[in-house]
């Protein structure tokens, strides 16, 4: 069984910085694309970007493309969100999620395990 923990949330003013990391128990993680995803109040939850096992392919969202990197370390069973430049509107919870089959997806429906959240509030 997995289980993904995030960290790293908090409150940033506008143009700020957060790094976000979700580490994760079980040997299963490393040949799984993970991802990342955040759901604001009374909103659905959104894709924000995932991360192939091997961390060669990156796929974003096209509302943090350029903003936001995510990665991973294969040998600490983490991946990470490093979120630049961040808007009021990014604020969220954000959730890790591993993928439950292969290839790439951005539908929630497709991830199996899921984090807790960690809360992210971009304000002034």
């Known amino acids: 069984q997995v289980q993904l923990v995030e960290s790293g949330g908090g409150l940033v003013q506008p143009g700020g910085s957060l790094r976000l990391s979700c580490a994760a128990s079980g040997r299963t993680f490393t040949t799984y694309f993970m991802g990342w995803f955040r759901q604001a109040p009374g909103k659905e939850r959104e894709f924000v970007a995932a991360?192939?096992?091997?961390?060669?392919?990156?796929y974003y969202a096209n509302s943090v493309n350029g903003r936001f990197t995510i990665s991973r370390d294969n040998a600490k069973n983490t991946v990470y969100l490093q979120m630049n430049r961040l808007k009021p509107e990014d604020t969220a919870v954000y959730y890790c999620?591993?993928?439950?089959?292969?290839?790439?997806?951005?539908?929630?429906?497709?991830?199996?395990?899921w984090g807790q959240g960690t809360q992210v509030i971009v304000s002034s």
């Open positions: 999620a591993r993928r439950s089959g292969p290839g790439y997806s951005a539908h929630p429906q497709d991830y199996s395990h």
């Open positions: 991360i192939n096992w091997r961390a060669d392919s990156t």
